[in-house]
């Protein structure tokens, strides 16, 4: 069974950096593409953030683009959102993900950690 633990969520001001990580355990990390989801109060869920098994490939949601960067080391099993510029907007809870990339560009999630809380105050 495949077990995601993120860590590094917390309460930063506008402008201010965080850095997501994600752990994995139970499967094998490295065939798996990784991506971060995220939801806010009263909203629906966004993927904000998907890289390939191998890290060559990634991709972004328009509200996060030039602001967030999305990682992976393999040999660590480990996955990283590094998140800049943060506004109060991007407050919600951020969830990592494994799951299957297609060669279209959708990402379906199929193994969930159960999230950490940003919170950005203006």
């Known amino acids: 069974q495949v077990q995601l633990v993120e860590s590094g969520g917390g309460l930063v001001q506008a402008g201010g950096s965080l850095r997501l990580s994600c752990t994995a355990s139970?499967?094998?990390?490295?065939?798996?593409?990784m991506g971060w989801y995220r939801q806010a109060p009263g909203k629906q869920c966004e993927l904000v953030a998907v890289?390939?098994?191998?890290?060559?490939?990634?991709d972004y949601a328009d509200s996060v683009k030039g602001r967030f960067t999305i990682s992976r080391d393999n040999r660590k099993n480990t996955g990283y959102l590094q998140m800049v510029s943060l506004k109060p907007k991007d407050t919600a809870v951020y969830y990592c993900?494994?799951?299957?990339?297609?060669?279209?560009?959708?990402?379906?999630?199929?193994?969930w950690g159960l999230g950490t809380q940003v919170t950005v105050s203006s």
């Open positions: 890289i390939s098994s191998d890290g060559d490939t990634t």
């Open positions: 139970g499967g094998t990390f490295s065939v798996a593409a």
């Open positions: 993900t494994t799951g299957r990339y297609y060669s279209n560009g959708y990402y379906a999630g199929a193994y």
